[in-house]
């Protein structure tokens, strides 16, 4: 439930645009924390119905809505200059998808199931197909859902172990309050049941008689685990857990084996797994280790490993900051049983495991890359994938089988289209399952991907990935987008993107700062960059900035920045701290207001927030680090670059009201001319518009925003 990134931005009612920009009447709102005296001119854009608004956007208040359209219309004066270069950038990009486009089958037992879409359409079609042949079967259409809907997403779908039925779930308003469904595959038809306010995933019972689910309490905190049995009403369903730490988020998943389930707990810092015998669904959880504050674990089990039943377990428990992975007996798999299986390596952080009958294959990553390790287990014996790129982006995926000697992965990089591909374990032997296809054509050679090294204000450096067009002229003048996110420990990818093309082809380079609070460089990277340290993620991006105006790469009136949610933090606060380092700023659904946020418990997010950011509340030191970098709090009397502000209406991880309050304080403390924009989707939340070609609408403003601020429009 982080603030995580997000790709897109905004919609708004129609009305006439206007011509001067809007302005928010100031009423001070004054308190004390600490002895500190604060004032928020802007509290009044928080609706006190918030929660209500979360659900039924109409019932926000007039006062508060008449400020965002006016916002959203001012907005809209202004890209109609854009409208020509808008509609030539979405052709350009809806020409590189191709639209009837199925992802590989995924085999289990006697089906293999994949996604799949049709030639214009928006939302995904779900399909099987028997493993031994036939003909393949709709189990949902995604934009028959979807239709007469303002918004819609579809959520998660997990078939049952007979394959009889399917639970899909599904968002309507933006605010991830998804309601399952449950489906009979044969009459395909949904049964009565229908299971509010959920997270969307479900964990099956061995005799696929029923689920576990997570449901949201009326703090938006996914806190409680039920139990539903097909057939009966949700209304009647057992709490099977309730985690009472306002902190802690809950979640359930399936192990790779199939005979368990799990129950995890966390936060940013600490965890806890309680493990459901998906045979006896009415045992109560077992608890595997009691949480200790600053341990992370996650499990897999093995029904013989060495002959026992077995867990395996990733933690960063002893010092392992990097992660180790250690076993443990099924029976005692308390921390006083653990026995290291793969030691921790400084500077390699494991970042996720997969366990088969004979193989434990690990995703790592050294050096700033990620690289794939597989282990046999009968004799220990390891291999590596290699890969040949110097930047690149690296998943693998564990399917549903567990006796198999297929590992699946998926592999591209700025400049190469992503490749699915089946690895045989056992052979070493690759197939090539998929390319992605760009029907306007796509040649790699024309483009150059690069990782560069750019010195940080102390003795470290930060990793950038590049992409431009070969034969680009390197003499300073080239313009670039400079993207950064550095939070939560998300490392940010060096993988490839269609969309982005519209802007290289134009004469853009493409950057990412893999500055401090990611994990691109280890564990480390990431506790540098949070809590009291928090300063190192902007001052990375800073000196990243920097170094590409010192090589020539571009130069301080080339460079748009761009960043979402707790990135959208970055940019408010490199605005603040370095604004004539960038000719314009794109801050999509940013976490600006962080320390009224992280003051107010009553969030959803915010007690969770706490081992990221630091606690306010109770710590002083906090609330003077949270002060001194919060990008509301800090706004003054400059010059700012040109801004595009994103936000959405619906968004429960960073409420409407922080881009909003944000923007009102900027134009009226800002001593410049260039444009403020603020846009506010009234129909979503923090991911913006679902359909896949509607976001294509809110790329190509985005796009058209830094390509009108620097003069290519």
């Known amino acids: 439930m982080a603030r995580k990134p997000r790709s897109k931005s905004a919609t708004s009612k129609k009305s006439a645009p206007s011509k001067a920009p809007p302005t928010a009447k100031p009423r001070p709102v004054e308190r ?7 004032v928020d001119d802007y509290a009044w854009l928080r609706a006190a119905n918030w929660r209500e608004v979360m659900r039924d956007p109409s019932v926000l208040e007039s006062e508060i809505r008449d400020y965002l359209d006016a916002e959203n219309c001012y907005s809209e004066k202004f890209f109609k200059k854009t409208a020509k270069l808008k509609k030539k950038l979405i052709i350009e990009m809806r020409g590189r998808i191709k639209e009837d486009d199925s992802t590989v089958p995924v085999r289990d037992g006697s089906y293999a199931y994949f996604v799949s879409y049709r030639e214009g359409g928006q939302h995904p079609l779900m399909y099987r197909v028997p493993a031994a042949g036939g003909a393949q079967q709709m189990l949902l259409d995604g934009d028959a859902l979807a239709k007469g809907n303002a918004y819609f997403q579809l959520g998660e779908a997990r078939h049952s172990p007979d394959h ?66 097909v057939g009966t009403p949700a209304e009647s369903d057992p709490l099977i857990y309730e985690e009472l730490d306002k902190g802690f988020f809950v979640s359930v998943d399936r192990l790779q084996a199939g005979t368990y389930g799990e129950i995890g707990c966390g936060d940013h810092e600490t965890s806890e797994v309680r493990l459901i015998d998906l045979a006896h669904p009415a045992a109560p959880p077992r608890l595997l280790q009691p949480r200790k504050k600053g341990v992370r ?11 026992k039943p077995a867990l395996i377990i990733q933690t960063n428990a002893d010092g392992a900051e990097d992660f180790k992975v250690v076993v443990a007996p099924l029976e005692t798999p308390g921390r006083e049983h653990w026995r290291d299986f793969i030691a921790h390596r400084p500077g390699t952080l494991l970042l996720d495991i997969v366990v088969f009958r004979d193989w434990l294959v690990r995703l790592e990553r050294a050096e700033g890359l990620p690289r794939i390790i597989v282990r046999r287990l009968s004799d220990h014996d390891e291999h590596v994938i290699a890969f040949d790129e110097e930047a690149y982006a690296l998943g693998v995926s564990a399917g549903f089988e567990f006796v198999t000697d297929t ?42 991907t690069r990782r560069l090294q750019a010195p940080a204000h102390d003795d470290e450096s930060i990793p950038i990935s590049l992409l431009y067009r070969r034969g680009l002229k390197i003499d300073g003048n080239a313009p670039c987008l400079l993207y950064g996110y550095g939070a939560y420990g998300m490392s940010m990818p060096a993988s490839f993107s269609t969309n982005r093309l519209s802007l ?44 590409l105006i010192g090589e020539r790469l571009t130069s301080a009136d080339r460079i748009v920045a761009q960043g979402g949610s707790a ?29 009224s946020t992280i003051l107010d418990d009553t969030l959803p997010l915010t007690p969770p927030e706490w081992p990221e950011w630091g606690n306010p509340i109770e710590s002083v030191d906090a609330f003077h680090w949270i002060r001194a970098y919060s990008p509301y709090d800090n706004v003054r009397a400059q010059d700012y670059p040109a801004m595009l502000v994103l936000a959405g209406l619906t968004d429960p991880r960073v409420t409407y009201w922080e881009p909003a309050k944000w923007t009102a304080k900027l134009r009226a403390m800002k001593t410049d001319k260039n444009p403020l924009l603020l846009r506010t989707n009234m129909d979503a939340g923090h991911g913006g518009a679902a359909g896949r070609f509607d976001r294509l609408d809110e790329v190509a403003l985005v796009y058209a925003f830094a390509l009108e601020t620097l003069g290519l429009a």
């Open 407 to 448: 590992l699946r992965f998926n592999y591209s990089s700025m400049t190469t289209p992503t490749e699915v591909w089946d690895y045989d374990m056992r052979t070493r032997s690759r197939t090539l399952r998929k390319r992605q296809e760009v029907p306007s054509g796509h040649d790699p050679s024309n483009y150059v």
């Open 504 to 547: 290289v082809d134009r004469g853009f380079i493409v950057a990412i700062a893999h500055i401090r609070g990611g994990t691109e460089k280890g564990w480390r990277w990431y506790r540098e960059g949070k809590l009291g340290k928090k300063q190192n993620t902007f001052s990375d991006f800073i000196a990243a900035a920097e170094y």
């Open 297 to 307: 674990y996650s499990i897999e089990h093995h029904p013989s490993l060495d002959g």
């Open 164 to 229: 009889r039925l399917l639970t899909w779930s599904a968002d309507d308003a933006g605010s991830e309050l998804n309601t399952i469904h449950v489906r009979d595959l044969a009459s395909g038809k949904d049964l009565a049941d229908l299971v509010p306010d959920s997270t969307g995933a479900v964990l099956w019972t061995a005799d696929s008689g029923g689920f576990f689910y997570v449901r949201l309490d009326a703090e938006h905190r996914p806190s409680r685990v039920f139990f539903h049995r």
């Open 567 to 595: 990135g959208g933090l970055l940019m408010g606060a490199v605005a603040n701290q370095r604004p004539e380092l960038f000719k314009g700023i794109i801050a999509e659904v940013p976490f600006v207001d962080a320390l």
């Open 32 to 38: 004390f924390v600490h002895g500190e005296r604060l």
